[in-house]
């Protein structure tokens, strides 16, 4: 059997990740994977998260099993998180999974079980594992645009032209907030249009949120996933933790099944339970315990909520420092985007030979399609970074 095998496609982020370890300068900087860094480059187990595990640690008495879509304090508080007052506690089916990425796997087996001829309706650009795993699920699948290259924002016209080509009951998947890879967002305004599109054509919104807070804000970056929720008949939603609560590799995460129809409930609810009884059994618990912990106490959700907000900010912050350093070195605002841009991404639309020339002179990693991590730079780098841009031509 395992003759069989052959070398399957390199994930360009996990493999970017690699050649910054094995890179012996000292110099070098680390714009690739998604993970916030302060500005000594450590990523720190948040306050509350820290509180939260001396108090678990002392409380709890047992690990024995939760339930099998998880324990239902976790996913009422992480429902109340992203969707606030946009739906009642009876509208929405929820199953804990192991970070956002099981949520999306566990979403696509969901539209796979329920409609298998549907197209899953990507954006163009997306995060890369979306793409890996529609494919290895082997589901139909079609790509809409939705950057544009020139100005580095949401190709508005392109994106509403090529839903406009999708059939009833096909699934769109949209990023609630800090699009990944690009960091451009839809407005209020464009959300709205968006619902219109799906409610005109029957298309169903499966939303992947995994930035809450690290865009304008924990409320306003669930603006389009509200809005979604209000106005849909059906939602998917697979929301992460790792980001916002900082608990990467305790791989926490949330898939919601949000119907307006009333009495779907107990089916939604079955389906999701029975779905991770397939993959796993039981979802991860630790990380959804700290979660629920935070939100539910006071005092702890008030200085996570505080947290979030400096992370925020000092990412605000440092593509303020960036766009400044460029119009300085080039007399021009053309690099204005990436004030504009939200969420701890931007493309900067580099080449691919921009980017190695970046790596090769200044030790600098970022992803192939010139994403880069802001949270990955500082004040010294900040002015670095601008230099290599610089000095590659863009
Ligand atoms: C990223 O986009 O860098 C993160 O979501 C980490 C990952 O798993 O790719």
Redesign the pocket.
């Known amino acids: 059997m395992f003759e069989t095998l052959v070398p399957q496609p390199a994930?360009k982020?996990?493999q970017l990740m690699q050649m910054f370890r094995e890179d012996p300068r000292t110099s070098k900087i680390d714009l690739?994977?998604?993970?916030y860094k302060d500005a000594d480059g450590k990523t720190p187990i948040m306050r509350a998260v820290k509180e939260a595990e001396h108090r678990l640690w002392n409380q709890q008495e047992t690990k024995s099993y939760t339930a099998l879509a998880g324990d239902p304090g976790f996913r009422g508080a992480m429902t109340d998180l992203v969707l606030g007052d946009a739906v009642t506690g009876d509208q929405v089916a929820g199953a804990a999974t192991p970070g956002g990425?099981g949520a999306i796997r566990q979403g696509f087996e969901l539209i796979g079980m329920a409609s298998p001829e549907a197209t899953l309706w990507i954006s163009a650009p997306t995060?890369?594992?979306h793409l890996s795993i529609v494919k290895y699920l082997g589901m139909p699948m079609a790509e809409y645009r939705y950057f544009d290259s020139a100005t580095r924002a949401v190709d508005w016209d392109g994106m509403m032209a090529d839903l406009e080509q999708a059939k009833p009951g096909d699934v769109v998947l949209l990023h609630g907030c800090c699009h990944?890879?690009t960091g451009a967002n839809l407005n209020p305004g464009q959300w709205h249009e968006v619902a219109d599109l799906l409610l005109k054509k029957g298309l169903v919104p499966f939303v992947d949120i995994?930035y809450q807070g690290f865009g304008d804000g924990l409320e306003k970056d669930a603006y389009g996933v509200r809005h979604l929720a209000r106005t849909q008949p059906e939602l998917l939603i697979a929301a992460s933790c790792?980001k916002n609560f900082g608990i990467y590799r305790e791989r926490t995460g949330l898939l919601m099944a949000v119907a307006q129809e009333s009495g779907r409930l107990a089916l939604n609810q079955d389906t999701l339970a029975f779905l991770n009884r397939q993959n796993y059994s039981f979802p991860p618990d630790h990380g959804a315990r700290l979660v629920t912990m935070v939100l539910e106490d006071g005092a702890l959700r008030q200085d996570w909520t505080a947290e979030v907000e400096d992370i925020r900010t000092n990412i605000l912050s440092l593509r303020e420092a960036l766009t400044e350093e460029l119009r300085a070195r080039t007399g021009s605002d053309r690099f204005g985007f990436l004030a504009e841009h939200r969420g701890m991404?931007s493309r900067l639309g580099a080449t691919p030979e921009q980017v190695e020339a970046m790596r090769e002179s200044h030790g600098i990693y970022m992803v192939g399609d010139s994403r880069i991590?802001m949270a990955g730079l500082n004040a010294t780098t900040v002015p670095i970074l601008a230099d290599a841009m610089v000095a590659a031509g863009l």
């Open positions: 994930d982020i996990l690739g994977v998604g993970v990425t995060w890369p594992n990944n890879p995994a790792s991404f991590n």
